[in-house]
């Protein structure tokens, strides 16, 4: 019996002075040993194996073709007037006040029945469909059986995943952040000084540095000459809680949000001690002036760290930008826009809140394969003369979508759980409106289109 | 390894479908994956409220309408279990209207005799958005509802109720007051309906 435990135990520290030795030491200096990439690289040839086995399988059952994620449909992009006006060409004119036909109900209709098929929205709530299976289980939608080599590989892969790297994960995880709240509470020990400053910047960098080893992470920064700098705001695309790992691997913020309780609360609490961050009661949320007072003191303050704020104000699928809200935009100060695309291939960083909790969607991460993600960093932004807060959000929010390669939407992401504005069928109406009376109505057309 | 929102797609039921509404297999698959994402009950069938939720469709003046066409008058056992929710089968026979006319259809032998996509039942889909009681007649009252709902807030009852009058007027020729499908089908006879009311499946 006792040599059983000794065992454990020797195993234990081997296996401890490997955690330590060649992923915690080199983290906390910033460097890299490479086997990350090894790792990807030995990944990327079996993915691509893998597709080249499956389309070959395809074409040999000849069973489904590929399932592009190309879309269901193709629509037309005209615009009411133009649309409506097609359809009443071939209708006889009425002279006499009012210029409705009954075909006009047909563009209604078919534009309807297109947003059934497919709309842009309600897509964007869930994980974005892989254009070729990347072996996890699940991501398997629609893909068959194949060959015996592509279920070794994959079995393979859930072995591997599940039973040496998931361990290996945790340890890592669970090791960085018990050394951001001690590291954390012992630096805020220190009376203010430049001392203290660094070192909390240290001890930051260091435990994201571990979690997101935590999770394989590769992520590559670029346009670095834009880091965000002290007194300004950072904005970015909002995919998952993840994100603030891998913004702050590469640069100190100063994070924003909603106090919690349980174990988000003792990690905010205990980094609130290093350095200011800016935690807001569930009262305080709803007052939208002192909220912006708040922030707008923290950016004032020029020796404070730039903060990092989500627009969106929720979690989309990384296949689009989503409505920024204009919050942010309406506290001055210089808007540093960063743009955060993940590759889906390696695993899904989407947070489903409505399908996951936060627990079961930290392990689906660390049974990934890895996360791989690219963040731009765009030059900085301040708002011009003339300019609300909401056209600045949505020329922000347009730059960010062109860098990163996603879909501009101008949705709003809380219509993943509440219904869409009245107001919105209400210019709808309005437009159509001018349509059948005429020219009364035209100068105050809004120019929202149906898509 | 089978599919995930696909395996609760029996092969027979995607052969039935193929047959009724003409549809490809992919088409049909590709189709039962959105209508798996619709159907946030997770009970094989889509109420009204699982429509309402998307957002285009909910700010569409004639959404509610559109949305109505999918619950057909009684329970026809086959498209829905029960009057407020439609199954695969009857989401898939409503959107076959809108397949586009090929013309290798035009031929075709089809045991209800006239295929869902061919201009008068594409005629007729758009018929039954206006008629609001499914009597087969469009009234002066129903008109004016339907045009209600397009216009919002915007046009007087006065004008409207103008426009309506025109609108029949122009269409009714048996002195009825009302639009029966006949004369609904005269009035729009010119109108490019195979391609104004055809959507481009992929696949």
Not at chain 1, 190 to 213: E, F, G, M, Q
Not at chain 1, 247 to 264: E, F, I, P, S, T
Not at chain 1, 347 to 369: C, E, H, I, P, Q
């Amino acid at each position: 019996m006792e040599g059983a435990w000794e065992i454990a135990f020797v195993f234990f520290q081997v296996w401890l002075s490997i955690v330590v030795g060649l992923i915690m030491l080199p983290a906390m200096f910033g460097v890299s040993l490479g086997f990350t990439d090894i790792y990807i690289k030995v990944l990327v040839k079996t993915l691509e194996w893998a597709t080249l086995r499956i389309q070959r399988g395809q074409k040999e059952q000849a069973a489904l073709p590929s399932q592009s994620a190309n879309g269901i449909i193709e629509k037309d992009d005209g615009s009411m007037q133009e649309e409506i006006g097609e359809l009443r060409r071939s209708h006889p004119k009425n002279l006499a006040g009012g210029d409705f036909t009954l075909c006009d109900a047909f563009y209604f209709c078919k534009k309807g029945i297109e947003n059934i098929v497919e709309d842009q929205v309600t897509q964007r709530f869930t994980s974005e469909e892989l254009a070729s299976w990347n072996l996890l289980t699940r991501t398997n939608n629609n893909f068959c059986y194949i060959s015996l080599r592509l279920t070794i590989i994959w079995g393979l892969g859930v072995f591997i995943r599940y039973c040496i790297l998931l361990p290996l994960r945790i340890t890592l995880a669970v090791i960085g952040l018990s050394w951001l709240v001690i590291g954390t509470i012992l630096v805020g020990l220190l009376p203010s000084s430049n001392v203290k400053n660094w070192l909390s910047d240290l001890v930051h960098i260091t435990c994201y540095r571990i979690c997101a080893r935590g999770l394989s992470a590769t992520i590559r920064y670029h346009n670095k000459e834009n880091r965000p700098k002290k007194g300004g705001i950072c904005v970015a695309n909002h995919t998952s809680p993840i994100d603030i790992v891998i913004l702050a691997n590469d640069g100190c913020y100063a994070m924003v949000g909603q106090v919690h309780g349980g174990l988000m609360g003792v990690l905010q609490r205990s980094i609130v001690r290093s350095c200011p961050h800016v935690w807001f009661e569930r009262s305080e949320m709803k007052d939208r002036h002192a909220v912006a007072k708040r922030l707008k003191d923290h950016i004032a303050d020029k020796t404070k760290l730039p903060i990092l704020i989500f627009p969106e104000g929720t979690c989309i699928n990384n296949t689009s930008v989503m409505m920024f809200k204009k919050g942010s935009f309406e506290i001055g100060g210089t808007i540093y826009p960063v743009a955060i695309k993940y590759d889906p291939q390696f695993g899904d960083a989407f947070w489903n809140s409505a399908k996951y909790n936060m627990v079961s969607y930290l392990l689906r991460m660390m049974t990934s394969w890895a996360i791989v993600c690219n963040v731009w960093y765009l030059p900085p932004m301040t708002r011009q003369d003339g300019e609300d807060a909401v056209q600045f959000a949505n020329r922000v929010k347009s730059a960010i979508a062109h860098q990163g390669g996603l879909v501009d939407l101008s949705w709003d992401g809380g219509l993943k759980r509440e219904k869409v504005k009245e107001s919105l069928k209400e210019e709808q109406q309005k437009m159509y409106s001018s349509m059948i009376i005429g020219s009364d109505f035209n100068e105050n057309v809004n120019t929202q289109q149906l898509h | 390894m089978g599919s995930r929102a696909s395996s609760l797609l029996r092969e027979e039921d995607i052969e039935e479908i193929k047959k009724e509404t003409g549809f490809s297999h992919s088409q049909i698959t590709r189709l039962y994956s959105r209508f798996h994402s619709l159907d946030k009950g997770e009970n094989g069938a889509l109420s009204r409220e699982d429509f309402q939720r998307i957002p285009e469709l909910a700010i569409n003046p004639l959404g509610d309408r559109i949305i109505n066409a999918f619950f057909p008058e009684g329970t026809n056992k086959k498209y829905t279990a029960r009057e407020d929710q439609v199954n695969f089968r009857g989401f898939m026979r409503t959107l076959a209207h809108f397949r586009p006319v090929e013309d290798n259809e035009k031929n075709k032998d089809l045991t209800s005799g006239e295929p869902l996509n061919s201009r008068t039942n594409k005629l007729h889909f758009a018929f039954q958005l206006y008629d609001l009681d499914r009597d087969d007649k469009i009234s002066r009252d129903e008109l004016l509802q339907v045009l209600r709902m397009m216009v919002g807030v915007n046009i007087s009852d006065e004008q409207l109720g103008s426009i309506a009058d025109r609108t029949i007027q122009e269409a009714d020729t048996n002195g009825d007051m009302c639009i029966s499908f006949s004369e609904f089908t005269k009035v729009l006879e010119k109108v490019d309906v195979e391609q104004k009311m055809s959507i481009r499946f992929l696949h």
